[in-house]
C-alpha cells in the first residue's frame, strides 16, 4: 500500500513537472515571437530640404525620435499598443512643432479647435473627440470616451464637460497661442481678401495651409499580444470655420485599426479622406482582397490624388510589415527597424 501512493506522487510530481516546463517554454516562444512593431507621423505636405534651416530640421528629428523611442520601449515592456499610442501622441500634442495640442492651427475666429481619435483593433472599440478648445491632450479625451462612455464621438463643450468629469486636465485657449500658427493665419486671411469674387464664388475651400503644410500627428503599433491599435490628433486646418470637422476623429477615414487586417493613420486634406474612407479602405483592401499593406496603402492614396487630394498615412499589419506612402512631397514620419534602430524621414526619398 506504501508503495502504491509513493508510486502515484511520483507520477504526479512528474506529471506537473512537466505541466510547468511546458508552460515556462509556450510563454517563452509567445514573446520571442511576437514583433512588436510601431510607426509615427508629424504631418504631410510641401516639406522640402531647401526651406528648412538645419536647425528645424534637428528639431524635428529629435522630437520624433523622442516619441517614437518611448512607445517602442513601452511595447517592449508588455504594455499595450493603446498605451504606447497614447503616450507617443501626448509628447508630440505637447510639442509646439506639430499641429495638434500645443502647436494647434488657428480657426477664422482666431481660436483653436482639436480633433482627436484612437482606435483598439482587438475589441473595434474606439473613441473621438471634436471641436475641442480647452483640452491639452486630445488623445487622453479621445481614450476616455472608448474607455469609459458608451459612445464612440463626442464634441465641444459635451466632450469637455465629460473630459472634466473624468479628470482631464484642462488649459485656457492662450496655452494653445503660437506665433508661428497665428502669423500663419494671418497670411491665410490676407490672402483670403485678395481673392477674386469668382473663386470665393466657386466655393473654393478657403483653408489652405501654409504652402500645405499638414502638421497633424498620428501613431500606429502592434503589442506583444498581436493587438493593433491607432490613434490621430490635429488642430485641423488653419482658417477653419464654422464648425468644420476633418478626417482625424472620423472613424475609417482618418484613423482605423483592426487585428483582422492592420492599424492605419493618417495626415492630409481631410475632406478628401473623409470622402475616400481612407482608412477602412485600406484595411478592406487588406481583408477582401488580401493585397499586401504597402499595395493596399499605395492604391487608396492614389485615390486620394485622383479625387485631387493631397496627404499621406502610416499602416502596419497584423506581422509588423509597415507602410508610408504619401503623395506630397514630404511626410514627417518615423518607425522602428528590425533591429530596434530608429528611422525618421521627412523628405520624399
Ligand atoms: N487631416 C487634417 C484635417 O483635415 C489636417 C492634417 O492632416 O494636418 O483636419
Not at 506522487?9 to 511546458?22: E, P, R, T, V
Not at 482625424?248 to 481631410?270: D, K, L, W
Not at 485600406?282 to 479625387?307: F, N, P, T
Amino acid at each position: 500500500m506504501k508503495h502504491i501512493s509513493f508510486y502515484i506522487a511520483f507520477i504526479l510530481i512528474i506529471f506537473l513537472a512537466d505541466m510547468i516546463s511546458i508552460q515556462l517554454a509556450f510563454t517563452q516562444e509567445k514573446s520571442s515571437n511576437q514583433n512588436i512593431a510601431i510607426a509615427i507621423h508629424g504631418g504631410a505636405g510641401t516639406i522640402l530640404k531647401k526651406n528648412m534651416t538645419p536647425e528645424m530640421e534637428k528639431e524635428y528629428q529629435e522630437k520624433l525620435t523622442e516619441a517614437l523611442m518611448t512607445g517602442y520601449h513601452l511595447l517592449q515592456s508588455d504594455k499595450s499598443s493603446l498605451d504606447a499610442i497614447e503616450a507617443v501622441i501626448k509628447i508630440m500634442e505637447d510639442s509646439p512643432l506639430f499641429n495638434a495640442g500645443k502647436g494647434a492651427v488657428f480657426t477664422h475666429e482666431g481660436t483653436n479647435e482639436l480633433d482627436a481619435s484612437i482606435m483598439d483593433g482587438n475589441t473595434l472599440k474606439a473613441g473621438a473627440v471634436a471641436g475641442l478648445k480647452h483640452i491639452k491632450n486630445p488623445i487622453s479625451l479621445a481614450r476616455l470616451v472608448m474607455e469609459q462612455s458608451p459612445h464612440v464621438m463626442m464634441v465641444g463643450e459635451g466632450a469637455e464637460a465629460f473630459g472634466k468629469q473624468h479628470g482631464i486636465e484642462i488649459v485656457p485657449q492662450e496655452y494653445f497661442y503660437t506665433e508661428r500658427r497665428w502669423k500663419q493665419l494671418q497670411q491665410m486671411l490676407e490672402k483670403e481678401k485678395s481673392d477674386s469674387v469668382r473663386e470665393k464664388k466657386m466655393n473654393v475651400l478657403p483653408i489652405e495651409t501654409d504652402e500645405k503644410k499638414f502638421g497633424t500627428v498620428g501613431c500606429v503599433a502592434l503589442d506583444m499580444k498581436g493587438n493593433l491599435s491607432s490613434g490621430t490628433s490635429s488642430g485641423g486646418m488653419t482658417n477653419k470655420r464654422f464648425g468644420r470637422v476633418g478626417d482625424v476623429p472620423i472613424i475609417g477615414a482618418g484613423t482605423y485599426a483592426n487585428n483582422r487586417s492592420c492599424a492605419v493613420s493618417a495626415t492630409g486634406e481631410g475632406e478628401y479622406f473623409i470622402r475616400s474612407v481612407v482608412a477602412h479602405d485600406i484595411a478592406a483592401l487588406m481583408e477582401y482582397q488580401h493585397l499586401s499593406i504597402q499595395k493596399a496603402a499605395e492604391v487608396v492614396i492614389d485615390k486620394v490624388g485622383q479625387l485631387g487630394g493631397t496627404g499621406g498615412v502610416i499602416c502596419i499589419d497584423k506581422y509588423g510589415n509597415i507602410a508610408m506612402p504619401f503623395n506630397t512631397e514630404g511626410m514627417y514620419r518615423a518607425y522602428v527597424d528590425k533591429s530596434g534602430n530608429p528611422v525618421v524621414l521627412i523628405y520624399k526619398e
